[in-house]
């Protein structure tokens, strides 16, 4: 029995030691295959993560230019432009230019020496005087009237719209009569002041848009100057819009001077009464370059409501304090962001020391212009010409 018992116990011995010999390589072979399967899936992950699409970079945003920038122009150095024996250009009473061919080769006008044949090619400039234009005349003559309104604002309006016509209505307005008001004449003589502030400088960055008209038509030649009445009271114009026709009772001013020079941009633009370098300035939207030559030129009145009756032309006024230098409501200009401060008032001509955007604004005061309750209004009507210093 204890033969058995120990033969027994032997037996399972052998068993299991034969069943842990036995599986043990198996064991080994599956730990092997768990291994082999993880490298496995680690190696076609690795593989997955290559294969997928690469996406894109994203390029640094670039900082784009301001929008005023774009619309930008700069004067370049270039030929002189052909102008055809007919091509004219008007400028209107009410602001606009038309330019193009005109139908007839040569214009007439009666004079008191006999009737005198001009062919348009001769022609610098041409304007129509007084007797050629009803409606301005009804215009000036109702603004006169109203010089002497009960109402301060209708005055004062009155008086900028008299200003703002320039100095081609001077003769006019020393002509006009008071009527026996006080106040019609006090004005009068604000709105002549201001004129023959004006027209005592009288700039040649346009000749057939500036002085005092006559009262008959007036055409200039390169040799001498006509006056008379002009025969031809309608222009048919073929432009590149189409035919237009222009009455002569609407044109302020006619030439052909735009052929002098093919280097220089001239443009025209209000400058607002609040146009201060404080709060935003106007802008000419032209660039400007290390020396090119600047002419400004300025008329109009801008009104102070805060102080009451005070106007103030180009020049601006030395009673009412100064900014940089300027007295108060001068008109000031300056290139780029940041450049020097450039006197204008009524005309300067000047070097551009630097480049950039040319700006105009009207010197006013940190305390006056900063603050919101003060009123004025009104504006500077500006002639701006910039002449290339080449490259």
Same mark, same amino acid.
């Given at each position: ?15 299991? =030691? ?12 599956? =730990? ?149 008001? =006080? ?80 280097? =220089? ?127």
């Amino acid at each position: 029995m204890l033969f058995l018992r120990n033969y027994t116990q032997w037996s399972l011995c052998f068993v299991c =030691a034969w069943l842990l010999f036995a599986t043990a390589p198996a064991f080994e072979l599956n =730990a092997l295959a768990q291994d082999e399967n993880g490298k496995d899936d680690a190696v076609q992950k690795e593989a997955q993560e290559k294969e997928k699409p690469e996406e894109p970079k994203k390029e640094p945003k670039k900082d784009e230019p301001p929008k005023e920038e774009e619309a930008l122009v700069e004067v370049e150095p270039s030929d002189k432009p052909t102008i055809g024996p007919r091509e004219i250009r008007f400028i209107l009473w009410d602001g606009s230019v038309v330019r193009g061919n005109v139908g007839y080769s040569a214009i007439h006008v009666q004079t008191k020496f006999g009737r005198l044949e001009v062919p348009v090619e001769n022609i610098v400039t041409l304007r129509p005087g007084m007797e050629s234009l009803p409606d301005i005349q009804k215009q000036i003559q109702e603004n006169v009237e109203k010089l002497g309104d009960k109402e301060f604002k209708i005055r004062e309006k009155a008086k900028l719209e008299l200003i703002g016509m320039g100095t081609q209505i001077l003769e006019v307005v020393k002509s006009a009569k008071d009527g026996g008001s =006080a106040e019609r004449k006090k004005n009068l003589q604000a709105v002549l002041e201001a004129i023959v502030e004006m027209n005592s400088d009288v700039s040649e960055v346009n000749p057939s848009d500036t002085g005092p008209l006559l009262g008959e038509d007036s055409i200039t030649t390169p040799t001498f100057t006509i006056v008379g009445r002009i025969e031809e009271k309608e222009f048919e114009l073929t432009t590149q819009y189409g035919i237009l026709r222009v009455q002569l009772a609407d044109i302020k001013s006619a030439d052909r001077s735009w052929s002098i020079s093919a280097d =220089a941009i001239e443009k025209k633009l209000d400058v607002g009464a609040t146009a201060f370098f404080q709060r935003t300035p106007a802008t000419t939207k032209i660039r400007v370059n290390p020396g090119d030559k600047i002419t400004i030129k300025a008329e109009g009145r801008t009104n102070w409501a805060s102080w009451g009756d005070v106007t103030s032309g180009p020049d601006g006024i030395g009673t009412h304090g100064s900014w940089n230098g300027f007295n108060c409501g001068k008109l000031v200009a300056r290139i780029g962001k940041s450049g020097e401060y450039v006197g204008v008032g009524v005309k300067n001509t000047f070097v551009a020391k630097t480049g950039g955007e040319l700006f105009l604004g009207i010197a006013m005061q940190d305390n006056f212009a900063n603050q919101n309750g003060y009123q004025w209004n009104g504006e500077y009507k500006v002639t701006v010409r910039v002449e290339s210093a080449g490259k």
